[in-house]
Structures are given as C-alpha cells and as structure tokens.
C-alpha cells in the first residue's frame, strides 16, 4: 500500500514563498507521474504543475515563472516552490501521484495543505 504525505502549507504575504512536499511511502511501486493540484474556495479543481519520473513538467499559465515543481526520484518526493504569491493563489494544495504496481496503474491523492496569501 502507498502513502502520501504532504506538508508545507502556510500563512504567507503576497510576493512571499512557499515550498510544498509530498512524499510517498510503500513498497514494490514505481511512480510515473507526480503533479500538484489547487482548489479554492467555490472553485474547481485546477491543475496546477505536473512532472514525469522523467523530469518533464507542465505547469498551468497563471503560475509559469512564479511555481516551480521538481521531484525526487530516489525518495519518491515531490515539491512545489511557490515563489511572488498573489492574493489568486490560496487554496487547498493537493498532490497527485501516478504510480504501477506490476501492470496495473493507480493514482493516488495526499490529503492536502492550504496556502493563505495575505497581507
């Protein structure tokens, strides 16, 4: 069985950073895909960046330059720099991780950390 566990989440002024975590625990998977997703308050889900266990990433246009998403292979780690928050940036901070067992995928959601952004 797998786990996620996130942290990282906070209270920050805008223009201030964060760097979020998520780390997967268990044994006999190999993950192929980590990503972060957002969802605030009265809104949808959103995609916020995503990276391949080949270092391929894709981030959302409302974050480019400002968010940056690495993982770490070898601890089945991924993080999410959030650098110049602006005040459309809080919400709830979900990881997502793909992940096979043999030949059969998963996908498997953290349980979330929240972002304030205010002054």
């Known amino acids: 069985q797998v786990q996620l566990v996130e942290s990282g989440g906070g209270l920050v002024q805008p223009g201030g950073s964060l760097r979020l975590s998520c780390a997967a625990s268990g044994s006999g998977f190999s993950i192929y895909n980590m990503a972060w997703y957002r969802r605030a308050p009265g809104k949808q889900l959103e995609l916020v960046a995503a990276v391949t266990s080949g270092g391929t990433t894709d981030y959302r246009d409302s974050v480019m330059g400002r968010f940056t998403i690495t993982n770490d292979n070898a601890n089945n780690t991924v993080y999410l720099q959030l650098n110049s928050l602006k005040p459309e940036d809080p919400a709830d901070y979900y990881c997502?991780?793909?992940?096979?067992?043999?030949?059969?995928?998963?996908?498997?959601w953290g349980q979330g950390t929240q972002v304030t952004v205010s002054s």
């Open positions: 997502n991780v793909g992940y096979s067992m043999g030949y059969v995928t998963y996908a498997l």
